[in-house]
């Protein structure tokens, strides 16, 4: 197990973690999990499976924690203690991690595709 991202939202740590089901894989898992004071980590959800090279991205706004994990994009809302897939892309788009800002309290992310033409 190895962990990725330290994350404070809401008054609350949380830690995104990746494992290995085999060490030898180049397939990883990834898992949120919350940070409690006496140092347990208690599992909140799943965070998809992919390529060993697949890079994390967050975004905190207001009460939601936004996570993006492989190809796909969720949101964790702290007081509901909610986690949900958001937006899910096929294996071949690219979700920058990256986010940014609008003055309506929304975010934008940049994507692009790998191999768009299936060539």
Known sequence: MVVDEII????????????????????????LFRLKETGQLTAIGNLGSGPDN?????????????????SSLYRYT??????KE???????????????????GLFIFEKFTLNPWGI
């Open 54 to 70: 697949d890079y994390l991205g967050y975004f905190i706004s207001g009460d939601d924690l936004y996570i993006k994990s492989f």
């Open 8 to 31: 404070e939202a809401g008054g609350e740590a949380f830690a995104v973690v990746s494992f290995w089901d085999d060490p030898a894989s180049k397939i990883k898992k990834r898992r």
């Open 78 to 83: 702290v007081s509901l203690n909610f986690l």
């Open 86 to 104: 958001v937006v899910t892309y096929n294996s071949n788009t690219i979700i920058r991690t990256d986010f940014y800002h609008t003055h309506n």
